[in-house]
């Protein structure tokens, strides 16, 4: 029996040696041993809309509910259509432009995927 480690993503004792890496044949994780878990983790951020749609990098959203912007007196009305939004890390997940507006960052919990 070999001594290699069970994989980290799915738990399963049957893992094996390719190379350097170890693979895991039944959820198909690969990664090295001599690596942090951080170094090769690819875990990717999901971030859903108001309606439980997953939102990619480059879609159209529409606003959802009237905004109060920051540091000034306007509102982000219902309906704005915001377009080619990009997904970042932090409490404001989109960042995007603005017609009329310029560059903010919005929740993602305030937009519907258009």
């Given amino acids: 029996m070999s001594s290699l480690p069970n994989c980290p993503k799915c738990n399963s004792v049957y893992t094996y040696e390719d190379g350097n890496q170890l693979i895991c044949p039944e959820c198909a994780h690969e990664w090295r041993p001599d690596l942090e878990e951080a170094e090769y983790r690819e875990e990717k951020q999901i971030v859903k809309d108001a309606n ?25 009305k219902i309906g704005t259509k915001v377009k080619n939004i990009r997904l970042v890390e932090g409490d404001h997940n989109i960042d995007c432009k603005i017609d009329g507006f310029g560059a903010m960052q919005l929740k993602s919990e305030y937009v519907k995927k258009a």
């Fill in 52 to 76: 439980g749609n997953i939102l990619n990098d480059g879609d159209s959203v529409t606003v959802v509910k009237d905004l109060k912007v920051k540091g000034s007196s306007s509102v982000l």
